[in-house]
DNA sequence: GCAATATAGTTTCTTGTGAAACCATTTGTC
DNA sequence: GACAAATGGTTTCACAAGAAACTATATTGC
């Protein structure tokens, strides 16, 4: 591995390299944002995610959330409000509102479970479905030019990256 | 739903493929949300905000906006609020919010520039010095356990894929 | 069979945020 | 100098979203 002039954390993230060395005063706690992986991260995502909302709303009007739930429904076709908080990561609350308004628009339907009434069954209705034709592939192209500049493998690794911060965030958030 | 089937497109977000089955079904349009960047992303960003905004707001009782106001103030030490917008990305309106909350609590100190009345000078007070000496700390810990898990090449590869994706949305922006 | 408890989903309440209106000051233009 | 435009920052308004209360159904223990 390179050992560079990395400053002293253990991958970099860390603060004050302008050389104000000893000018005096008490050694401020200083941190840059710029290497603040969460910072970072939660700035870039921002901004995709702007981006994206935008399209969404200008050519389907819909939201993220709603988007959401429209894709996930594509992917298994049968899915509970419960099931879509655990994969989105999203309240159920906020679930709740998108299936509604998914479902006040005819693009998806809802019907009470068989086996347990509590429980809603969902699924794409023939609107849902030709929207989502028209929405993933420009979602699809969208991304593809916001990744254009990567190479394969770069992009591969990011992938890998993400998931190990993932798995990683599990470990510590349980505790 | 574990999805690990890797499919096609330059880089792999994918989808339904062709496949016109003629008159009748049309082929589903279908979206693997686990292999579509702007969506990982951005829940990974959102799990990681999450966390760190509970331990920001139990331990010191500041919520995210006011955390970059002070840490863009450790950094530069003396600021306007328009600046800060510039950095963070945030809008005026929520800069404008967390500067007067910070400095309600006294720890920062804002006035007239000299030169301009319109704007003001933000800089720490003592308080405010102290708490990022405990703050800044902490959050490099919490950074250091998330990502403890990469290597370091793993580590700057990631940074550079985000300056990457950055550049690359302003461009895409830009249209 | 019937309380007590848990669960899926909805609604209410509160809060933080962005958009737009607004205020105060500065910078131009004549 | 005076009026118009621009700029930094605040306030108002509308709304999305999380927390908690609530409803309806299921499950468990007795």
Chains 1, 2 share one sequence.
């Not at 840059?32 to 901004?47: G, I």
């Not at 509102?97 to 209705?125: F, K, N, Y």
Request: glycine residues 6%.
């Amino acid at each position: 591995m390179e050992v560079d002039e990395r400053s002293s954390g253990e991958h970099g993230a860390s603060a004050g390299e302008e050389g104000d060395a000893g000018s005096g005063s008490l050694p401020r706690a200083e941190l840059d944002l710029s290497q603040f992986l969460p910072y970072r991260l939660n700035r870039l995502a921002d901004r995709i995610s702007d981006e994206l909302e935008r399209m969404y709303a200008e050519r389907y009007d819909i939201n993220v959330a709603q988007w959401r739930v429209l894709a996930w429904l594509s992917h298994c076709d049968e899915l509970t409000a419960k099931k879509i908080c655990g994969y989105t990561n999203m309240d159920k609350a906020r679930v709740s509102r998108a299936v509604q308004a998914l479902e006040d628009r005819g693009l998806i339907h809802r019907e009470p479970s068989v086996h347990d009434q509590r429980v809603h069954d969902l699924h794409l209705t023939p609107a849902g479905e030709e929207l989502l034709a028209s929405l993933v592939p420009d979602a699809q192209a969208w991304e593809a030019e916001l990744v254009a500049t990567l190479s394969v493998g770069e992009y591969r690794d990011l992938f890998n990256a993400m998931g190990k911060l993932e798995r990683q965030l599990e470990r510590i958030g349980r505790r």
